[in-house]
């Protein structure tokens, strides 16, 4: 089945004109418009039946107040609004300890009592609702939302797993015997506070709540994940004294173990070639996709010591990357708060409300056509810094070639081209030392 990628697309062209068509309509019933200029994720599937005609299919997500007699949206996969249901009763039970807790001293052992009950409340209703969002795959098979996580290897689902646009969509489409063609996902409404949302503009799948459920019900291996080369190579030593060693970690290779402890990594492979090392090995890490040296230590006095260098900014990093676009000036800094997208895990977002603060030092090295080829100086390290800081309008707004999260035209044919090139230490009154990988992106 050919179908767009849900966290990295252009909307189809008829998704385009389907959700103008939404648009208009939501603002000419005053009645809904009052809910959703709330601010709402809304979504459109385009589909064909069984005779090829093509079918536009819409949702949204979450709870909305709304009287939908004429199913302009397709139905909710469980739906929390339902009066006879168990799920509106025990929110309620909840609800009733919240309000008892308003009228308790927060330190008071009664409080403690109701506290410790209304979690176990909470997570347990949670799993029983999660129990009951049930999502045909496209080969006839019913799970529900913690059996597809624990497929997954990811764990127990997030809360609000299930109810966003993209699953509903899908799964009705399993459901009648539609096969999918392209989907999009778009905004109506006002922002919410923690993240910028435009009115009517498109915006990939969220990762974290609903990769493995898309996953499942798209039938094919698209779970948000960054696509890795054919054949990952292994990591190599580059040098080694009685205290660390720098070591080459190839494109594709994670760092650190993930949960899926089958995967393989550099901190596994360093502890099967040094068992004699107790205890955490590597002081930092590079995104799965990003290639170049990382610094372990033999012992942990040498790892705290290089910790401490990372955190006090003595351990200077040197990344070059190829820059799809232009960079107009030589060199400058680019500062960007950033923090995680709480609806879209892993992406991170340039907030300036919440944010951390991030700041990058660049060099153009040279520039040739139509891409820059550019050296990064990070002196922070937030996640995703180098990547978001090339591809923001508010940085350099030249995403890195080959980033599937933050270009959104990227080259498939290409892995991400960044590479940790160079690391130096200044550590104590020690000659500083420079460890180089000139491997670049091979």
């Known amino acids: 089945?050919?179908?767009?990628?849900?966290?990295?697309?252009?909307?189809?062209?008829?998704?385009?004109?389907?959700?103008?068509?939404?648009?208009?309509?939501?603002?000419?019933?005053?009645?809904?418009?009052?809910?959703?200029?709330?601010?709402?994720?809304?979504?459109?599937?385009?589909?064909?039946?069984?005779?090829?005609?093509?079918?536009?299919?819409?949702?949204?997500?979450?709870?909305?107040?709304?009287?939908?007699?004429?199913?302009?949206?397709?139905?909710?996969?469980?739906?929390?609004?339902?009066?006879?249901?168990?799920?509106l009763q025990e929110d309620e039970e909840i609800s009733h300890i919240n309000r008892q807790l308003a009228n308790e001293t927060l330190s008071s052992p009664e409080a403690t009592q109701?506290?410790?009950?209304?979690?176990?409340?909470?997570?347990?209703?949670?799993?029983?609702?999660?129990?009951?969002?049930?999502?045909?795959?496209?080969?006839?098979?019913?799970?529900?939302?913690?059996?597809?996580?624990?497929?997954?290897?990811?764990?127990?689902?997030?809360?609000?797993?299930?109810?966003?646009?993209?699953?509903?969509?899908?799964?009705?489409?399993?459901?009648?015997?539609?096969?999918?063609?392209?989907?999009?996902?778009?905004?109506?409404?006002?922002?919410?506070?923690?993240?910028?949302?435009?009115?009517?503009?498109?915006?990939?799948?969220?990762?974290e709540k609903c990769s493995p459920i898309l996953a499942y019900l798209i039938g094919q291996d698209r779970q948000g994940k960054e696509d890795t080369p054919p054949s990952v190579g292994t990591a190599k030593v580059l040098y080694e004294d009685e205290n660390l060693m720098a070591v080459r970690k190839p494109a594709g290779l994670l760092s650190t173990p993930a949960k899926d402890t089958g995967l393989p990594n550099v901190e596994t492979w360093l502890h099967q070639q040094y068992p004699d090392i107790k205890g955490p090995i590597l002081a930092h890490r590079l995104d799965q996709a990003t290639s170049g040296i990382l610094l372990a230590a033999k012992n942990a006095k040498t790892h705290k010591l290089l910790q401490q260098g990372f955190e006090n900014r003595t351990i200077h990093k040197c990344y070059v990357a190829w820059l799809d676009g232009i960079v107009k000036s030589d060199c400058g800094m680019i500062s960007l708060p950033l923090c995680t997208n709480p609806d879209d895990r892993p992406r991170q977002v340039v907030d300036w409300q919440f944010g951390k603060p991030a700041q990058t030092?660049?060099?153009?090295?040279?520039?040739?056509?139509?891409?820059?080829?550019i050296e990064f100086f990070p002196l922070t390290g937030r996640t995703h810094q180098l990547r978001l800081h090339a591809a923001s309008p508010y940085g350099l707004d030249c995403p890195i070639v080959g980033d599937r999260l933050y270009n959104e035209h990227p080259d498939t044919s290409e892995r991400l081209l960044l590479h940790?090139?160079?690391?130096?230490?200044?550590?104590?009154?020690r000659i500083p030392l420079v460890f180089n990988d000139p491997s670049g992106f091979e």
């Open 114 to 207: 109701l506290k410790e009950r209304r979690k176990k409340l909470s997570q347990d209703l949670q799993l029983k609702i999660f129990s009951h969002f049930n999502f045909l795959s496209p080969t006839g098979e019913y799970k529900n939302i913690v059996q597809i996580f624990g497929d997954a290897k990811r764990g127990l689902p997030p809360g609000g797993s299930g109810e966003c646009a993209a699953p509903r969509l899908l799964n009705y489409a399993n459901e009648h015997r539609l096969t999918p063609v392209a989907l999009a996902e778009f905004w109506y409404g006002a922002s919410p506070k923690n993240i910028l949302r435009i009115h009517g503009q498109f915006y990939p799948s969220c990762i």
């Open 361 to 373: 030092r660049y060099r153009v090295i040279r520039r040739e056509k139509g891409r820059t080829l």
């Open 1 to 87: 089945m050919l179908f767009n990628n849900p966290y990295l697309y252009h909307p189809h062209p008829s998704l385009k004109v389907a959700a103008d068509d939404i648009c208009l309509y939501i603002s000419q019933r005053p009645d809904w418009d009052k809910e959703f200029s709330k601010g709402k994720m809304l979504g459109v599937l385009l589909c064909r039946d069984a005779s090829g005609r093509e079918l536009i299919l819409r949702a949204f997500s979450g709870i909305v107040n709304i009287n939908d007699d004429s199913h302009y949206f397709v139905p909710p996969v469980y739906d929390l609004n339902n009066p006879d249901d168990f799920y």
């Open 420 to 429: 940790a090139t160079e690391i130096r230490l200044e550590l104590g009154e």
